[in-house]
């Protein structure tokens, strides 16, 4: 036991706050923590550290061509992120590829791993690895691959790319999330179907003594069971939403519709690169804190229906 709770009677049969016994091993402990701790610190706390400094300076000159100095300018660089079109436009195209990609995306996850945990399907091996292979592919590859078979003259699909343009203005963006899609489902499938695989068989059981079929069986029990996996990777597949960069990033050498701004990370390098690396930060700032709301309202909002 680590610790354990001591009581003492005081002055006048009064109960003294309980002490606890130091835990046993406390060296030990701290040397297999610190490694942890120090990268933690130098590879997240820091960078993070030195990003919200960064956005608190402004760049000034003297003179046209005057040499350029950074100066602590307290909130000016988030006036100007607020006041940014591009920047909030890239956010919200973000927010509709969110809205329409991830339910699409988890839905396949949970159906892929209903199918795997079902005793119906055969060949089980195959298909978990055949789900989960897309997404050993690295994201540009992915995107590289795609994008060869959405352009109209080299995708051996011909007769269906000459007649809709799926690198279109209209279009890219929904043929952006096909590839996220096909790379991350079977990721999500994965996560959902350990939590399948953890469910005590005495349920099923008693749930076929009840007469219930398969369909039953997966819409009362393994379905409310699993909405925990459904959280975690719905709240995981948000914030990768927000930093989507890789597939459009790719997809400009496809599209002319792929500006440098299409989303807010593209935003964000391209800012960088001009470059103006207070407000660069900034940016990223404040990416940061919108991610952070997003995915602890969505928790909230899924706990209070949990608990109702």
Known sequence: MATEAIVTAG??????????????????????????AALFVAFYLVPIGYAIWKSMLVVEREGTFGEAREVFGGLTQYIRVFEND???????RVLLFGVVQVPVMLALALLFALLLDSPLLRGKKFFRLAFFVPYAVPGVIAAIMWGFLYSPRLSPFTAVTQQVDLLSADFVLWSIANVVTWVFVGYNMLIIYSTLLAIPGELYEAAR????????????????????????????SIIGTLQLLAEPQTFRAFSGAVTSTYTPNMTIYATSSIPNV?????????L???????????LRITRRKAQS
């Open 278 to 286: 207070p407000l660069a930060a900034a940016m990223s700032v404040v």
């Open 11 to 36: 002055p006048r049969g009064t109960r003294e706050k309980p002490r606890r016994r130091p835990t046993p091993h406390a060296g030990a402990i701290a040397v297999f923590v610190a490694p942890f």
């Open 209 to 236: 003594l009840d007469g219930a079929g398969q369909l039953r069986i997966a819409w009362s029990i393994k379905i409310p069971l699993v909405r925990p996996s459904l959280v975690l990777t719905a709240v995981l």
């Open 288 to 298: 940061a804190l919108a991610t952070f709301v997003l995915s602890f309202t969505f």
């Open 86 to 92: 591009v920047f909030w436009e890239s956010v919200g």
